[in-house]
């Protein structure tokens, strides 16, 4: 298993749907460089809304990027419609 700090991923609240920290953007782990084609990707970040902004978004514990935990996993899918990595954050780490 691969494992990287989410603040090494340039993490941002981000607002979703009118809430404010609503959901969480970040750089994808396989390709920090920017140079990503994942279908989860706004603005060349990965962008997950967290289930107080959207019925269907992940749960969240933690209030900073250090200590954030999201369930389920994380499994953005590429333009072919194929799995792009498989992971969670858990504790603040990215792990896939």
């Known amino acids: ?15 979703w749907r009118g809430k404010e920290r609503g959901g969480i953007g970040f750089q994808c ?3 920090r460089d920017g140079d990503c084609k994942d279908n989860a990707m706004i603005g060349n970040r ?17 209030d900073s990027f250090d200590n ?5 996993s994380i499994m953005p899918m590429n333009e072919n419609g194929t799995p ?13």
């Open 46 to 62: 990965i962008v997950i809304p967290f289930k107080e902004a959207e019925q269907n978004g992940w749960d969240k514990t933690g």
């Open 68 to 72: 954030i935990t999201l369930s389920p």
């Open 1 to 15: 298993m691969n494992a990287i700090k989410l603040t090494e991923l340039n993490p941002k609240w981000v607002n």
């Open 29 to 31: 782990p396989l390709h």
């Open 84 to 96: 792009h990595w498989h992971g969670w954050i858990r504790k603040g780490m990215v792990e896939w």
